[in-house]
T-cell receptor, first 113, second 115 residues
Framework: AQRVTQPEKLLSVFKGAPVELKCNYS??????LFWYVQYSRQRLQLLLR??SRESIKGFTADLNKGETSFHLKKPFAQEEDSAMYYC???????????????FGKGTHLIIQP | DTEVTQTPKHLVMGMTNKKSLKCEQH?????MYWYKQKAKKPPELMFV???????INESVPSRFSPECPNSSLLNLHLHALQPEDSALYLC??????????????FGPGTRLTVT
């Protein structure tokens, strides 16, 4: 069974400090992993997808298959980064067809001034 | 138009009522999803529609009945709900895998309260 683990329920750092939100997954196969962010009173929105290897809003995430991790990092946190962050894994039922996302429990990131 | 819209934003219903939630997207996505999100919990998948056909049902009770009348619309019909069904119901859409960059776009949700 697939599973996503985000060990930190809450993470508080000071503005300008580095941020790392941890995500580990359990999946038999090649995973498709995502980071979603939910700002206060806003909808859930995609932040990063692992296949793109991009940097969005200064955030990056690298898939480490050996450690089954997909940690989210930012070198210098900003106050507007305060939000709920979810790591998510796309399932592979339906013979590779559309499947839902399995979400971790989320990490509430608070950036203190 | 790159948004998923959901109506209504809020819904209060009694346990004997019948109501429907509506979701719409005009991004040409052929996969659509219903999720349920309880307070302070992550979204949990309920249903997946692929090319307007139900492809995944996560053992959801029959008091929830999904419908996909066309490629842009997704409905969730509710009947005889229980108070524990109170939650935020999220709709999402995506390209069908292999037909475009895969990511799920989420609507703002319908906040449902069952009294």
């Amino acid at each position: 069974a697939q599973r996503v683990t985000q060990p930190e329920k809450l993470l508080s750092v000071f503005k300008g400090a580095p941020v790392e939100l941890k995500c580990n997954y359990s999946y038999s196969g090649s995973p498709e992993l995502f980071w979603y962010v939910q700002y206060s009173r806003q909808r859930l929105q995609l932040l990063l997808r692992h296949i793109s290897r991009e940097s969005i809003k200064g955030f990056t995430a690298d898939l480490n298959k050996g450690e089954t991790s997909f940690h989210l990092k930012k070198p210098f946190a900003q106050e507007e980064d305060s939000a709920m962050y979810y790591c998510a894994l796309k399932g592979l039922r339906a013979g590779g067809g559309a499947d839902g996302l399995t979400f971790g429990k989320g990490t509430h990131l608070i950036i203190q001034p | 138009d790159t948004e998923v819209t959901q109506t209504p934003k809020h819904l209060v219903m009694g346990m004997t009522n019948k109501k429907s939630l509506k979701c719409e997207q005009h991004m040409g996505h052929r996969a659509m999803y219903w999720y349920k999100q309880k307070a302070k919990k992550p979204p949990e998948l309920m249903f997946v529609y692929s090319y307007e056909k139900l492809s995944i049902n996560e053992s959801v009770p029959s008091r929830f009945s999904p419908e996909c009348p066309n490629s842009s619309l997704l409905n969730l019909h509710l009947h005889a709900l229980q108070p524990e069904d109170s939650a935020l119901y999220l709709c999402a859409s995506s390209h069908y895998p292999g037909t475009g960059l895969y990511e799920q776009y989420f609507g703002p949700g319908t906040r449902l309260t069952v009294t």
